[in-house]
């Protein structure tokens, strides 16, 4: 079985739901309901890779407090191994706002030590045993770079909604064998993903929310998948990271490209069905059935 090591990104977020984001001023809103659940980019991956069969570690930062606890908690009924360190400034929190059209502001109230201290040897030997390295843009992922690289493993890197200037992501930009992001901050994202194939990616794909998935490849083919429209949204939270572990899995069976980005819109679209950051229902068997009905033809 291919193992999957996912570093860094997990929070407690809460989550409320608007008619409308409220305009810039003061104000009373009212919410249409909230929830509170574990949240960020590598519990959202990590949690639907288990869920697809894959063995996969989780790697993160947590505070030694209440919210790390609960972390810890629904990582381990989740059967997620989960190794951390210890954030002096504690577990990251998120506020985010939903509005009726599945548009999301994130407020990064408790965002934790920049550059924290943590066991890079235990990573070390992680990286080692590990098929496929899944590396999110936190900083102290940055750090871990150089080493992943002379154990010559390829990057799988998520860098969102990179706006095309950003400086801070420059570093993963480059790192990255396997380069995902969302066309919502780049609206010339064409140009950007030939760029990354140039310098030499062995793929790009770009989400684009309703709009579907584009991925370009090593060979300059370009791949467009739309969204399933059954599936009806009740939160888009988490929905890339799916969209992503549901990429990384069709590869890890060996399917192409298209098949591939047709599988991440599955897991994506099961994913906006509930609250949570991964399908509660999610498996192997209901992917080949979604793949069947959805597409006409069998998965394998």
Same mark, same amino acid.
């Given at each position: 079985m291919?193992? &999957?090591?996912?570093?860094? *990104?997990?929070?407690?977020?809460?989550?409320?739901?608007?008619?409308?984001?409220p305009e810039p001023k003061p104000q009373t809103a009212f919410s249409?309901?909230?929830?509170? !659940?574990?949240?960020?980019?590598?519990? *959202?991956? &990590?949690?639907?890779?288990?869920?697809?069969?894959?063995?996969?570690?989780?790697?993160?930062?947590?505070?030694?407090?209440?919210?790390?606890?609960?972390? /810890?908690?629904?990582?381990e009924n989740a059967g997620v191994p989960f190794i951390y360190d210890i954030d002096p400034l504690g577990t990251q929190r998120h506020i985010?706002?939903?509005?009726?059209?599945?548009?999301?502001?994130?407020?990064?109230?408790?965002?934790?030590?920049?550059?924290?201290?943590?066991?890079?040897? /235990?990573i070390e030997r992680l990286v080692a045993e590990s098929d496929y390295i899944v590396l999110n843009v936190l900083n102290y992922c940055r750090t871990l770079i150089p080493m992943i690289k002379q154990q010559h493993k390829a990057i799988w890197c998520d860098i969102h909604d990179?706006?095309?200037?950003? *400086?801070?992501?420059?570093d993963f930009i480059r790192a990255a064998d396997y380069l995902f992001l969302s066309s919502d901050a780049l609206p010339d994202y064409r140009a950007f993903m030939q760029a990354q194939i140039e310098q030499g990616k062995k793929v790009v794909v770009c989400t684009h929310g309703t709009s579907g998935a584009t991925a370009l490849t090593t060979h300059r083919q370009w791949i467009e998948t739309?969204?399933?429209?059954?599936?009806? /949204?009740?939160?888009?939270?988490?929905?890339?990271?799916?969209?992503?572990?549901?990429?990384?899995?069709?590869?890890?069976?060996g399917f192409p490209t298209d098949k591939c980005l047709r599988i *991440? !819109?599955?897991? &994506?679209?099961?994913?906006?069905?509930?609250?949570?950051?991964?399908?509660?229902?999610?498996?192997?068997?209901?992917?080949?059935?979604?793949?069947?009905?959805?597409?006409?033809?069998?998965?394998?």
């Open positions: 291919k193992k &999957a090591l996912v570093l860094g *990104g997990v929070s407690v977020n809460t989550i409320i739901y608007l008619d409308k984001f249409k309901g909230y929830h509170e !659940t574990i949240g960020s980019t590598g519990a *959202g991956k &990590a949690l639907n890779l288990k869920k697809l069969g894959m063995e996969v570690v989780l790697h993160a930062m947590i505070g030694d407090d209440y919210y790390g606890q609960t972390i /810890r908690t629904y990582l985010n706002l939903m509005d009726d059209n599945g548009n999301r502001i994130s407020i990064f109230f408790a965002y934790g030590t920049y550059d924290p201290p943590f066991d890079h040897s /235990r990179y706006d095309g200037k950003n *400086g801070y992501h420059y739309p969204i399933i429209p059954a599936y009806s /949204r009740k939160d888009s939270n988490g929905a890339g990271d799916s969209f992503f572990a549901g990429y990384l899995y069709g590869i890890s069976k *991440g !819109t599955i897991v &994506a679209g099961l994913c906006v069905t509930c609250k949570e950051l991964a399908y509660p229902q999610l498996n192997e068997t209901l992917v080949a059935q979604e793949y069947q009905k959805h597409y006409g033809e069998p998965l394998e």
